[in-house]
């Protein structure tokens, strides 16, 4: 079996709650999302996708992804889809850096993969452990009473678990995590997520400001460093996110006892394959992990779905059902978010169908 094309497309999401907020005073009301096809000789088609959170967050540029597909396609142009270790290597030699380019392809040779072997992508990252996943909700920042509003808005349709987008003035944080945990139930899980947004001083008056509120805190500032001095300071969990963009951050921090649980983002590692390695890492060394993308549709969500339905049940802290943000569906057999669960797929590969009329004309198309 040999990759024959490979083609990337380029769809626009508008947002279902229109509006999505979060530290910095960033928002998106739509996101631009690369679809990649690999095709190969002997008839089988595999999907990845790729979804920046617009192109101020991480190191990731929607509009940069097609031109790094042409870069790196023809390189794979006759290769073994199935050879992933092999494939990650070419398209590190053929682009440094650029995880999030390579992330799509890498999706859709596992596609393939599963395809060729009979088997879900859960199963070939290790083993199936359950049948569905309770994902969280993220809850965009706005006002206090807004914020709880929304929670119990998403609470009604079968979350558990809610991700409060924070990093703004600290007294309205302290007021939006008191208000929102208020709501809720005392299983159900709360994270205020500060993407890197409070400096240290307000993250300290923060985490003092709820020091009696059962949350978890996440990547309060922007450095290792200035986290693991918040770290030191408070008793409350710690989450850490966007810097954990590998292994080698993943060991330092985990040296120093900078966190309890880690967001592992694929497109942020390079695909699956890398993060299938980082997941296995965090595995033996007893870390709990968020597993999720940037953002995305049905395919990231179809990902997602497999990577944490083959995560160890002691270490999934939670995943991000994507498709249930935005208004466009480009496979209707994805996995959806239904009486609390995200489904696991059992069909082989990423088990969905693309209707490809979603999709467009391709900007880029490398081999026939």
């Known amino acids: 079996m040999k990759i024959r094309s490979i083609d990337a497309f380029q769809v626009t999401y508008s947002l279902l709650d229109e509006k999505y907020s979060w530290s910095n005073d960033l928002f998106i009301t739509t996101v631009v999302s690369t679809v990649v096809r690999v095709r190969t000789d002997d008839g089988l ?7 920046p959170l617009g192109p101020a967050y991480m190191d990731a540029f929607a509009g940069g992804v097609p031109s790094g597909v042409a870069e790196i396609a023809p390189a794979l ?3 073994d889809p199935r050879q992933l270790n092999l494939l990650n290597e070419r398209m590190d030699l053929a682009l440094g850096g650029h995880n999030y380019v390579k992330s799509p392809i890498d999706i859709a040779c596992w596609d393939i993969l599963g395809q060729a072997s009979g088997q879900p992508v859960s199963t070939l990252l290790g083993g199936r452990y359950r049948d569905g996943v309770p994902p969280y909700r993220a809850i965009p920042q706005r006002k206090p009473e807004e914020m709880a509003e929304d929670v119990l808005k998403y609470r009604a349709k079968g979350y558990r678990r809610f991700q409060l987008k924070v990093g703004g003035n600290a007294n309205d944080d302290i007021a939006r995590i008191r208000q929102c945990r ?18 240290p001083h307000e993250a300290m008056r923060v985490v003092n400001g709820v020091r009696d509120i059962d949350v978890y805190i996440e990547q309060p500032c922007s450095t290792l460093q200035e ?3 918040v770290r030191k300071n408070t008793t409350l969990p710690f989450v850490l996110d966007e810097i954990i963009k590998g292994t080698v951050p993943l060991v330092e921090a985990y040296n120093l006892g900078a966190m309890d649980v880690v967001n592992l983002k694929i497109s942020r590692l390079g695909g699956l394959t890398k993060a299938k390695g980082v997941r296995d890492l965090c595995q033996s060394l007893g870390i709990a992990m968020t597993l999720e993308d940037s953002w995305g549709g049905d395919v990231t969500t179809a990902a997602i779905a497999h990577f944490a339905g083959s995560t160890r049940a002691e270490h999934y802290f939670t995943a991000t059902d994507f498709n249930s943000y935005v208004d466009i569906e480009i496979a209707p057999d994805a996995p959806r978010m239904k009486d609390g669960l995200l489904p696991v797929p059992t069909r082989p590969g990423l088990g969905m169908t693309v209707d490809e009329s979603t999709l467009g004309k391709p900007l880029v198309s490398v081999g026939g």
């Open 182 to 199: 208020a709501v809720l139930e005392p299983d159900d899980i709360l994270v205020a997520d500060a993407n890197t947004g409070w400096l």
């Open 77 to 79: 142009i006759g290769l």
């Open 227 to 229: 986290c693991l001095a």
């Open 45 to 51: 088609t595999g999907y990845g996708e790729v979804c």
